[in-house]
């Protein structure tokens, strides 16, 4: 597959999210998730991506056995910011945001024996914390990189005023923040600042949170303790708006001879050479469709029929409901 840049990282075109493996979208047998991340290696799959709220801590333990015998031929990216209630599971766990330097060297050292690993490749602040000035928390992860801990820094769901402030502070290699067809919040300032700024910039959710591959229809679609049945945009009267839009995506892949998923996907890699999408995959057959979506070629003429076709604001629903530590860009 070919290769991106995230800052000092080199990285495939498409990478993997893992979180769905073991948080929020109902979880995966461990055999069958090292089964999909041993074929994503295969397939020149180099990106991975975890977080140590996802599960919490299940994923990164996952991740790590996984990847153990291909260390050095992937990039791990892990992410530390929130507080985590060990009482709980799954997404209830997430108990607010913590960006306290001394939070991120205690998860760093977490994280490392968790994944197994000598550095972190990637190391993202999750959310950014409104108590404690970008600064802070990022002197805290460059001394990390100094100390030989962590490769590289990114952030995830920022303003294009707080990546700036953080890039002053150490470079930032890539910041993430969900980007499709149907969420563009980040065009302009945000693609614009990363483009200046020379910063990578991974959209997690490219394709919808699975809604744009067609395969989800109605709120029955999705498992009893799938925690998109509690989003806006996955209500009944929404998802089956966002439907017919869909349908036009599927007519249009069609014609070109690929799946709806891998035409939106291909979209979101041809928004900028700096792009590096990570969609889920639980399943190899859905992860082999992403990877193939990268060698898709799009005609500006189809890159604009395609962006005004499925404009977002045509798409019914926000993103997140009014509460969640997880909600705000800072």
Request: glycine share 10%; charged share 25%; with cysteine.
């Amino acid at each position: 597959m070919a290769t991106r840049t995230l800052g000092p990282l080199t990285v495939s075109t498409v990478g993997l999210g893992c979180m769905a493996m073991s948080h929020a979208y109902g979880g995966q047998d461990e055999a069958d998730a090292i089964r999909t991340l041993h074929r994503a290696v295969e397939l020149g799959v180099s990106l991975f991506d975890t977080a140590e709220v996802y599960g919490p801590f299940a994923n990164e333990i996952l991740v790590g056995k996984a990847l153990k015998p291909f260390q050095d031929k992937v990039v791990i990216a892990t992410k530390f910011g929130f507080k985590i209630d060990p009482s709980k599971s799954d997404i209830s766990a997430m108990a607010g945001v913590d960006g306290r330097p001394e939070h991120a060297r205690e998860v760093a050292e977490a994280s490392l024996k968790r994944l197994g690993v000598e550095a972190i490749d990637l190391f993202y602040l999750h959310r950014v914390d409104p108590q404690v000035p970008i600064e802070d928390t990022v002197g805290a992860m460059a001394e990390l990189v100094r100390a030989g801990k962590v490769r590289a820094i990114g952030l995830s769901e920022t303003s294009a005023d707080t990546l700036r402030r953080a890039h002053a502070v150490h470079p930032i290699a890539a910041l993430q923040s969900e980007y499709s067809l149907w969420t563009r919040d980040p065009e302009g300032d945000i693609l614009d600042t990363c483009r200046e700024l020379g910063i990578g910039f991974v959209p997690f959710s490219p394709l919808g949170r699975g809604f744009l591959t067609g395969t989800i229809q109605k709120p029955e679609d999705l498992g009893a303790n799938d925690f998109r049945r509690g989003l806006p945009r996955f209500s009944e009267e929404n998802m089956a708006a966002n439907a017919r839009l869909v349908q036009l995506l599927e007519a249009m892949a069609t014609e070109k001879g690929v799946t709806a998923a891998q035409l939106a996907l291909a979209w979101v890699i041809h928004q900028g050479d700096f792009i590096v999408p990570i969609p889920g995959a639980r399943r190899i057959a859905h992860l082999e469709q992403n990877v193939a979506a990268a060698s898709i070629a799009l005609s500006a003429e189809e890159l604009k029929t395609l962006g005004e076709l499925l404009a977002a604001e045509k798409f019914s629903g926000k993103r997140y409901g009014d509460s969640g530590a997880w909600v705000a860009k800072r």
